[in-house]
């Protein structure tokens, strides 16, 4: 088997037919749904120009041809991942446009369903009226016959395909604008649904209309989310009351949170990753993995990356979004541990800062570390003070030196403090407690020790938003009229006085 990881039938009903043909002249036509065999593959032509794919490393490549002219335009979709297959089946799959003279164009192609699913499918493709698609399937992997699926639907609304999908950017903690490409040809509008509970089944969240125009791409502006939560998210094109596309997603979005903040990679509510994105990989490590209970602490999840044995490393990986205040100093936290097969190169990485999950966004370097140690997991600190307020991105950046040997970093146990969490005087200062935390309406602010003198609340710009006075050591103060974000809370009693952080839901 090739790869090892480190790590609606329409009028007629269910068809079965013959093989494919083994020339791009004399293509097995297809005119219906249904499912065919593609043939054995130890004959049949492979395209001369690189298409799809780079080529194919079969010794001697052959490939078996397929023509489907749809008289609609509509969704097509074609799997080799049926029933009919043995779950070891290793295909590869091309869908072009062109003529047999050249040149083609690839309009989609398939290798692997999954990492373990060796199969191939391409979904929802929207194909146009008239216009001859070749499917190919190619001997790269085997010469095996197996059997795929074909299923074309009629339709004018196409759905988004969701390689086109951007990372969204966020506002704010309550606020994130999505960004995707234009489907083609393009609705009138594209509906929005949202939910911040990733179980909500798609239809039953928030839903938006999103307008379609001129742009290559086309946005969503959500807001009034639960401040820094996570939230998923799926969009289709609407051209009409009875023609909509099916929906594309889901996908995820991870607000910007107040500090301190954890993220060890383990809660599947979260999607493990919490928001961490860019060119790291997760890896799910247990006893029988290779390398085995490798995540900080035994089993369970890591992120990682690699190096190069020909260049220098440039590969990046993100943090979610962090609101920060204006001179508020955070303290970062994490664990990074190297695995190689044979003697480890060392690993050079910076830890960067920035306005968003881009190497471009990325302008600060906050300090850089190297690993040398495949032992046990090593603990990077270091610090950094927001010189504005509003939204940071932490990175990490492996930056590392070409390798003598393959080597992986694995990154896990990522923690992020601050100074406003704690008192800024004495000890006695840090029995002041606020709840709930984050809050709706009332927050509760108390002292066991000390009578509470003032209660002053500034936003993330350093605007004073509640100045109250108070004589007692339990208080209630309404915040129901503040927007949803990131507040600061200086409480003063006879002892000092002490700063902490509270979200406003």
Known sequence: MKKTLLLSLLAIGFNSFGQGGTTCAAPTVISANGTYSIGDLTMGTYPSETVCFAGNDSATPHARWFRYTPSLSGILTVTSD????????????????????????????????????????????????????????????EDDNHSFDLTFTPATCFAPAPADFYLPEYVSTTEANLYWDQASPQPANYDVDWSNDFSTPVEYGTMITAASGALAYSTANIASIPASTNFRYYVRGNCGPSDKSTWAGPFYGYLPVGLPYSNDFESAANNYTDGFAGQFATFNSTGTTTPANYADGGAGVAIYTFNSTTAQSDRRGYFRGMELASGEVVTVSFKTRLYSTATVSPMAFDLTVGDSQSAAGQATIVQSFTNNSDASYVTHTATFTAPTPGIYYFGIHNNSAVGATETFLFLDTITLDTNLSTNDFNSSSANISIYPNPVNDVLNISSPDFELQSITVTDINGRIVKDNKANNTNVEMNVSDLNSGVYFINVKTIDGSVVKKFIKN
């Open 82 to 141: 049926i029933a009919a297959n043995v779950a070891g089946a290793d295909t590869r799959l091309s869908l072009l446009t062109g003529s047999c003279a050249g040149p083609w164009t690839c309009v989609s192609s398939n290798d692997d369903v999954s990492g373990s699913n060796y199969r191939s499918a391409i979904t929802n493709v929207a194909v146009t009226a008239g216009t001859a698609y070749y499917i190919l399937w190619d001997n790269n992997w």
